[in-house]
């Protein structure tokens, strides 16, 4: 089975990134009234280097290079101070794009949580940090994760643990972990820029979310698309 069939299997709505970025770009600049030269981008996705063929929104906005937000799986560790640093970088009269989500990979060989990176012949894991959560609630190994040394995915720890049990007795693990860490980054960044809405004034922000689907090198990656809305402040 292709791995366009195997994407399909797990995430029936996701699309090739490039067509999503697309479509979403003309529905800012159309309908909400967004100039790409003075929108600028913030992304909470993975630390992983794979993110960056994901989408092409950079392509379309002032600045290519993203305010970045998230860190291991996309969780968006800088917080308060990086979404009011952020908020202060808005273009005058501009608009903000904060994209975010996890992402998981899917092999040409239908591996998933799996896919073969530039310079190299065999798979590696993808997202890592997620499958390392998967092995910790695997052993029961929680409490052994060092908080100051691994602060990161002690955080992406705790914030599954309350579906631990519904997550390990899957029989794909990665696919509840994946979803459900999208619905924690979620309602972090929804919080955090409502939390930040007196530093956005005079500006709209676009929130687009969703799961970043990584494919082996060379092939196209994919986003299924989870939330997309616009806030005016």
């Not at 997202?127 to 092995?135: E, F, N, P, T």
């Not at 390990?168 to 939390?195: C, G, Q």
Request: include cysteine; aromatic fraction near 8%.
């Amino acid at each position: 089975m292709p791995a366009k069939s195997a994407i399909k299997s797990f995430y029936p709505k996701a699309e090739e990134g490039k067509a999503v970025t697309s479509r979403l770009m003309k529905e800012l600049n159309d309908k909400h009234g967004f100039d790409n030269k003075k929108t600028i981008l913030a992304t909470s996705v993975c630390s992983d280097e794979v993110i960056q063929s994901a989408t092409n929104f950079r392509d379309y906005v002032a600045l290519e290079q993203p305010f970045q937000i998230g860190g291991l799986a996309g969780f968006p560790f800088t917080g308060l101070t990086g979404l009011k640093a952020f908020a202060g970088h808005v273009p005058d009269d501009g608009s903000a794009i904060i994209l975010y989500g996890p992402h998981i990979g899917i092999s040409e060989e239908d591996h998933l949580g799996k896919v073969v990176r530039t310079g190299q012949t065999l798979e590696t894991s993808c997202c890592g940090a997620l499958m390392g959560v998967l092995g910790t609630f695997k052993d029961g190994n929680e409490d052994k994760i060092d908080e100051k040394l691994d602060y990161q995915q002690w955080t992406l720890t705790e914030q599954l643990s309350d579906s631990r049990d519904t997550i390990i007795e899957s029989s794909d693990p990665l696919i509840p972990a994946t979803n459900r860490m999208f619905e924690r980054i979620d309602e972090r960044i929804k919080t955090l820029v409502d939390k930040t809405s007196d530093h956005f004034k005079g500006n709209k922000v676009a929130l687009i979310g969703g799961i970043i689907i990584n494919t082996d090198h060379g092939h196209p990656d994919w986003f299924e698309l989870r939330e997309f809305s616009v806030r005016t402040f």
